[in-house]
């Protein structure tokens, strides 16, 4: 922290405008609250559990930072735009189902269902954003609404289709083991079994910084969520960049579904409740501002891993995992904290 | 009260002479009109704007200033009178179009997003970039340069485009979001009360800024309540009072004490004055508006004595 409190240059052309350091520059990046918690959780959770920082036992938790992940980009970018979805638990099951649902009762290729799943997905955040836009409802309402929806849907037509709680088998249709690959397979690095999703994650994190960063789209994407009157009136299509931020979210649901369904041959239509709140989570931590205009999707995803380093490592301490909640509700409240403390003293340097 | 009765004669003291004269008006309201439900909110506005030329638009709050920009801006369609651009009658859909067709408004509440960096505020809704298709990318570097080169030409010299635009003052906002307009190639630039919130000083750097727009060839509307403000860069004077028009001036017509006197309304001190009478007591205060009616009624009486 002494650097941070260092003086400013004197000689400065306007007064006003004090050169800033390189470092209350790093520090007014939004993810760095969350870097740092995310560095002092690891080296926590490393010093406590010998395991903890073995090979396998780090793609173990990079995997269950990446389930939470891919969503957490999604989420992310739609809070950077000033909006929030609550349906995105019960969205990811859906797009699960509609694949496994639609291959099996038509007995077709499960890249079919695979396909369909997409567009329903697609669909999903398309009618929350167009709902949104048209009402200018808040977003909770919207897609509580839409949660409530998605969530009795996803028990009733399962129960309807394929007379079950949880989807039928759809390992023995054509196409299963090809989805299986590329959606749920592991890669080995080094003699480490890594899963897929994590590559996907990372993938799907730099495509998101990209555009936020470095795109008239990410440009529209902060506008709208830092004032979003401000930026139809220079001409920013506040609407079309609202409801696709939310296909976005749709987008990320339906990869995360595609991984749910084939990394087993089925789906429980009741799951994904509660997860909303994990995604939203890991977005804050991560330094996204709940209420618009800020933040980054690097940010989302160490919020990400936070929340994979803290579920994993409770286990490899050996403590018992009912700490877990406790331990995340604490986690919050403290990156939150830390982030508020670093953006106030960024701002003012 | 028509718009094309007024040619471009008036010439300030050291205004340069505009740089182009086109045959017709750069922008022209003719009778425009627009209710919300049953209540009118503006009707039978006549006024014009030409290049190098200032156009104030002065009333009280109310007065339906707002919603004569919100027309021109785009953001809202009149529904009566017509509107030309450059001769040809329009009506705008959205702000997008009246941006297309050269019109560029710098609001109130500035339309810059405060959290978000100067230049991408700069550039917000017109980004720069390279490349193609899916790999388009913006121009961060040039974006930066343009921005900082523009504002230094505005005299706004900035070392950091990087910082967020709302720990600039709001003097300053102004200038970011009119060298905007400028640099986009506006024709029109509309200022919705741009001195509004400023102290002394401040005001009179926008003024400044308003004239070097005018100087470069803009037709400026220029939207107040102030007529200190409005009269010594302005070219023509539209005078709005709920919801009409109650006067249409070129500068050689009017003078300040004119200005102030129907805009402060001779008429609405005199009521405040009976008014206050009514309630008794506070006879200090009571001396003061008197005093202000009969000042302004004298103004307003030697200026039509001097013209007539």
């Known amino acids: 922290m002494a650097l941070v409190t260092a003086p400013a240059p004197k000689t400065a052309a306007d007064e006003r405008v004090a050169k800033r350091s390189p470092l209350s520059t790093l520090m007014a990046r939004p993810e760095v609250g969350a870097l740092v918690g995310a560095v002092v959780l690891f080296i926590f959770f490393a010093s406590v559990s010998g395991t903890f920082t073995q090979p396998n036992a780090l793609a173990t938790i990079l995997y269950g930072s990446s389930t ?31 694949a496994s649902l639609f291959s099996w009762y038509f007995s077709m290729n499960a890249w079919v269902g695979v396909v369909i799943a997409l567009l329903v997905s697609l669909s999903i955040g398309f009618i929350n954003g167009w709902i949104l836009v048209k009402t200018k409802l808040p977003s909770f309402i919207v897609t509580l609404a839409t949660f409530l929806m998605l969530t009795g849907l996803n028990l009733a037509l399962t129960r309807l289709i394929g007379g079950s709680v949880s989807s039928p088998s759809i390992s023995k249709l054509d196409g299963f083991d090809s989805a299986h690959a590329v959606f749920a397979s592991s890669i080995s690095i080094g003699g480490v ?21 470095r795109t008239k789209v990410g440009n529209w994407i902060f506008a709208v969520g830092g004032d ?9 299509p506040v609407t079309k960049t609202k409801i696709g931020l939310f296909m976005a979210v749709g987008f990320c649901g339906w990869v995360l579904g595609m991984h749910n369904l084939f990394a087993f041959d089925a789906v429980q239509s009741g799951e994904g409740v509660g ?16 209420t618009g205009g800020y933040g980054s999707a690097v940010g989302g995803a160490i919020g990400a891993f936070i929340f994979g380093m803290a579920n994993k490592g409770i286990v490899y301490a050996q403590w018992n995992p009912d700490w877990f909640k406790f331990f995340l509700g604490l986690m919050l409240l403290l990156a939150t904290i830390v982030n508020l403390i670093v953006k106030r003293r960024a701002e003012l340097k | 009260m028509n718009a094309k009765q007024i040619d471009q004669q008036t010439l300030l003291k050291d205004e340069k002479d505009p740089l182009t004269h086109t045959p017709v008006h750069l922008l022209s309201l003719d009778g425009v009109g627009k209710h919300y439900g049953n209540i009118i909110a503006l009707r039978d506005v006549t006024m014009a704007v030409d290049n190098g030329r200032v156009t104030c638009v002065l009333g009280d709050n109310g007065a339906g200033k707002s ?31 009246a941006l297309d067709a050269g019109i560029a408004t710098v609001y109130q509440d500035l339309a810059v997003v405060p959290l978000m960096p100067i230049w991408r505020n700069f550039f917000l809704g017109s980004e720069l970039t390279t490349g193609f298709g899916p790999f388009k990318s913006m121009d961060v570097q040039k974006m930066k340069d343009i921005t900082l080169k523009e504002l230094a030409a505005m005299g706004i010299d900035l070392r950091d485009v990087e910082q967020p635009i709302g720990q600039l003052s709001g003097g300053e906002r102004q200038c970011v979001a009119i060298a905007r307009a400028v640099y986009f190639g506006a024709k029109v630039l509309i200022l919705d009360e741009p001195t509004a919130a400023l102290g002394v000083k401040q005001s009179g750097v926008v003024l400044r800024y308003i004239l070097q727009a005018r100087d470069r060839g803009l037709g400026v509307i220029f939207i107040t309540h102030n007529p200190h403000h409005a009269f010594p860069v302005g070219d023509r004077f539209l005078l709005l009072k709920r919801g009409k028009s109650i006067g249409y001036y070129d500068k050689k017509d009017i003078t300040l004490d004119e200005l102030t006197a129907q805009m402060a309304g001779g008429a609405e001190l005199a009521e405040l004055a009976h008014e206050l009478e009514q309630l008794g007591g506070h006879t200090q205060a009571l001396r003061e508006v008197q005093a202000e009616v009969a000042e302004v009624a004298e103004a307003a009486y030697e200026s039509n004595a001097k013209r007539h």
């Open chain 1, 228 to 236: 979003a009157n401000a930026a139809r009136a220079v001409g920013v």
């Open chain 1, 275 to 290: 997860n909303e709140f994990l995604y939203i989570i890991a977005a804050v931590i991560g330094g996204c501002l709940l």
């Open chain 1, 68 to 98: 939470i992940g891919i969503m957490a980009v999604g989420v992310s970018l739609l809070m950077i735009g000033g909006e929030f979805d609550l349906s995105t638990g019960v969205a990811v099951i859906s797009s699960a189902l509609t």
């Open chain 2, 67 to 97: 919603t004569l920009i919100k027309i021109i801006a785009g953001l809202h369609q009149h529904d009566e009178g017509v509107l030309h651009v450059m001769g040809d009658e329009r009506k705008f859909n959205s702000p997008r179009d």
């Open chain 1, 193 to 213: 079994e890594v899963k897929i999703t994590v590559f996907f994650w990372i993938i799907l994190v730099a495509i998101a910084s990209w555009v936020l960063l």
